[in-house]
């Protein structure tokens, strides 16, 4: 059974939902599909104007496009990225510079591939012969100390500024840095998640929920667990002996927490 799911939770403390998420497939050959998430700023105001405003122009590109045109990777890497592009200049241009802005992270699915376009810390994952793998990466300053072998990738969750993202729709030019992957389809789940989701979750959690989940209910299960369900987390020792840093704690349902998911039959 196929799978295709958006779920999107405001979460226990934040009195507005800023995430949106779409999942399309193509009406005339439903081969062909369009996954996104997108994560308004939460220190930003309106950071909803922007999400939507981005998820439904992507919505209506992918809805006007024949499928047909949809196989050639290097025109639709150029397609997408003009067209985000263009929607962080109309942002721009009616509310202003650094007012309100959005993370992105897309998935394009053709015949042989998947095109994943990510601006920001939400996140692309796929579920491959058992295992979880991330897709993307986060824009993020504390990313560096992962990406160079500083810090365990889920510790990044208790610097007090692993909020602060360095790539962004909506705010400037200078930020609008799109990243851009192409992988087979050769998984058999594809997962897109806002840091509401990851910042509560480990890649561990996961990846048991989706070991342990009827198809139907993985991303529901997700997102339960993410809000709703306290994950007893605490700062490592380690990190306080090695970093003079400032350190929080992900707390239940603080944040709108997003996720869209395509499972294979």
């Known amino acids: 059974m196929e799978v295709l799911d958006k779920i999107s939770e405001i979460g226990s403390y934040r009195p507005t939902n800023e995430d949106a998420c779409l999942y399309l497939t193509h009406p005339k050959n439903k081969n062909y599909k369009l996954l996104a998430v997108a994560d308004g700023m939460g ?16 919505k209506s590109w992918f809805l006007k496009k ?41 998935a394009i699915i ?13 996140r692309a994952y796929i579920y491959k012969n058992d295992k979880l793998y991330q897709i993307t990466e986060d824009d993020s300053d504390v990313w560096m100390y992962y ?21 962004c729709i909506g705010l400037s030019d200078a930020l609008c840095k799109i990243s851009t992957i192409t992988i087979p389809n050769d998984y058999s789940e594809i997962l897109l998640l806002t840091d509401g989701v990851t910042d509560l979750l480990t890649d561990k959690k996961l990846t048991k929920i989706i070991r342990t989940s009827k198809k139907e209910d993985t991303l529901k299960n ?3 667990q993410a809000v709703f369900i306290d994950q007893k987390l605490s700062v490592p020792k380690r990190l306080k002996r090695k970093y003079l840093a400032n350190f929080v704690i992900p707390f239940t349902g603080r944040d709108n927490a997003s996720g869209v998911i395509y499972i294979k039959s």
């Open 43 to 58: 220190g930003k105001e309106h950071g909803e104007i922007a999400s939507n405003y981005t998820i439904q122009k992507l």
């Open 147 to 167: 990406k160079y072998g500083n810090v365990n990738k889920e510790d990044l969750r208790y610097f007090a500024m692993s909020n602060l993202i360095n790539a």
């Open 110 to 122: 053709n015949k042989k591939n998947t095109l994943i376009f990510n601006i920001g810390d939400s």
């Open 222 to 224: 997700i997102i339960n």
């Open 66 to 106: 024949d499928f047909s045109n949809l196989n050639d990777n290097k025109k639709i890497i150029s397609s997408i990225t003009r067209l985000i592009k263009r929607i962080n200049k109309e942002l721009i241009l009616e509310y202003g510079e650094n007012i309100l802005g959005t993370t992105l992270t897309l």
